[in-house]
């Protein structure tokens, strides 16, 4: 596949994500994006910020949060590269990502992802009731339930 890593703005990647993902909103923040363009067209990016899990938040360890692309073929594996890449020039001994049980891993397996753990699904209603998982106008869960598996992957020193 041909294609040329762009770097993004936390604007673009976040427009990019909201337009196209299919089931995860936007995330929070990040400490690094990439994008991959094809004849000057975005079509897909990748961002990795501190992990969710506090717990698993060490100071050398990047949660790859999202990773959003058109379908072109390898572009899911040639961003989870990218992210490896940057975050070891940065420092980073470890990445992790998370995805629903459902999906095949096949890229994450290609990046040199292993899987770490399967992780039963929270309860994220607040005391007050409300759900925090993504809904439509009327209502309806957006948010896919069920497990979702854990990815680790080691980088070089």
């Known amino acids: 596949m041909s294609g040329e890593l762009v770097p993004l ?10 337009a196209h993902h299919r089931h995860s909103r936007v995330p929070r923040g990040d400490v690094i994006r990439v994008g991959l363009a094809v004849d000057g067209q975005l079509v897909g990016v990748a961002t990795a910020g501190r992990p969710v899990a506090a717990v698993l938040d060490d100071g050398r360890t990047l949660e790859v949060t999202r990773v959003c692309t058109l379908g072109t073929t390898n572009a899911c594996s040639r961003l989870h590269g990218a992210i490896g890449r940057a975050a070891a020039a940065l420092g980073y001994r470890t990445l ?12 994450l397996r290609a990046s040199g992802y292993r899987l770490d753990a399967t992780l039963e699904e ?13 809904q439509n106008l009327l209502g309806e869960r957006i948010t896919p339930p069920g497990r979702k598996l854990r990815w680790r992957r080691t980088l070089a020193p």
């Open 9 to 18: 703005t936390q604007t673009q990647a976040r427009a990019f994500v909201a």
């Open 96 to 107: 992790i990502t998370y995805t629903l049980e459902a999906e095949p891993g096949a890229s």
């Open 122 to 134: 929270r309860d994220w209603s607040t005391q007050s009731g409300r759900d925090r998982y993504q």
